[in-house]
């Protein structure tokens, strides 16, 4: 019952460097997403996707790209780290669909510290 | 825009009721959520509500909705140490029927004092 899996779960990056965060479910879901939590804003989306090869932008997506190769792996890159993005990132994913209740489950999140 | 809001922190005694409360923009969100969040941890689903429910009640949750001030709220009732975190209520975001997307508000941390 693995459920969300993000890797890696800590990250300490140097201003300019690149990295890139997985996220891995295998519940079936269609639909996918990528969060920042930082402390009194709650969770803001960054990117989402509602099916394999597809992606679109949420509500903070500069300095971030995305892709979905494939249904089950959702990356996040970071091309070039910025002390403004230190946070902590959270993957989710929902079945999708119109009617559906579109409950998002949650991976563990990545602790990213950009000096 | 569309907005969720909570108060940010929440002190109770163990053995207490405890209400948290969120206030939401979108009438006509199908579905309204309350999710956990324990330290170090991602979200954990609590309990939904669809919006032709004025209330709804698990255990000892329980989810009163009033549409009409777009007020939703989470009793806990015989709150436990364990009960500890930091709770999100959210919003189905408008038109969001084809993405899923939610409205997470802020979270209201509640401490529980022995």
């Known amino acids: 019952n693995a459920g969300v899996t993000q890797t890696p779960k800590f990250r300490v990056l140097k201003t300019g460097q690149s990295m890139t965060l997985l996220c891995a479910q295998d519940?079936?879901?269609?639909?996918m997403y990528w969060y920042r939590q930082d402390p009194g804003m709650g969770l803001r989306l960054i990117h989402y996707s509602v099916g394999e090869g597809t992606t679109a932008k949420g509500e903070v997506p500069d300095g971030y790209n995305v892709s979905r190769l494939k249904k089950q792996n959702f990356l996040l890159g970071l091309e070039s780290a910025a002390p403004s993005q230190t946070s902590v990132y959270f993957c989710a994913s929902s079945y999708g669909g119109a009617l559906a209740k579109n409950i998002q489950y949650f991976g563990a999140g990545t602790r990213l510290s950009v000096l | 825009g569309e907005d969720v809001e909570q108060s940010l922190f929440l002190s109770v005694r163990e053995g207490d009721s405890s209400v948290i409360n969120c206030t939401y923009t979108d009438s006509s969100s199908t579905y309204l959520y309350w999710y956990k969040q324990e330290p170090g941890a991602g979200l954990q689903l609590l309990t939904y509500i669809f919006s032709n429910m004025d209330m709804k009640q698990d255990q000892r949750l329980t989810v009163l909705l009033n549409k009409k001030d777009k007020h939703l709220s989470l009793r806990i009732a015989d709150t436990q140490t364990g009960d500890s975190a930091i709770y999100f209520c959210a919003e189905r975001a408008l038109g969001s029927s084809n993405t899923g997307k939610l409205i997470f508000g802020q979270g209201t941390t509640l401490q529980v004092k022995p």
């Open positions: 519940m079936n879901h269609e639909y």
